[in-house]
């Protein structure tokens, strides 16, 4: 049974740093590109970041650009999400996702998604 499983949430204030992890098990992911995106109360789910097969290439979102890291670590099928300077508006479930095509993952059409952690910003 192939699992995405999302740690590292909680509560931080406004400037702080959280570092999340995306734990990939029951198949290898190796080749496959893997993302996080993020939905808020109300909102609909956005495009957070990406990082292909190889971790070669990255992606963000422009409301993230220059603050979140998006890496990986192939040997432990983890994918990570290093957020810096957080801002209330950062307040939102965030979901990591993997599919082999990166586009179709950035499209929000991801074969694979995990549950979600919650990250909340406080003023």
């Known amino acids: 049974q192939v699992q995405l499983v999302e740690s590292g949430g909680g509560l931080v204030q406004a400037g702080g740093s959280l570092r999340l992890s995306c734990a990939a098990s029951?198949?290898?992911?190796?080749?496959?590109?893997m993302g996080w995106f993020r939905q808020a109360p109300g909102k609909e789910r956005e495009f957070v970041a990406a990082i292909n097969w190889s971790g070669g290439s990255t992606y963000y979102a422009d409301s993230v650009k220059g603050r979140f890291t998006i890496s990986r670590d192939k040997a432990k099928n983890t994918v990570y999400l290093q957020m810096n300077s957080l801002k209330p508006e950062d307040t939102a479930v965030y979901c990591c996702a993997a599919d082999v095509n990166i586009v179709v993952l950035t499209t929000h059409r991801a074969r694979y998604w995990g549950q979600g952690t919650q990250v909340t910003v406080s003023s």
């Open positions: 029951g198949r290898t992911f190796s080749n496959y590109a």
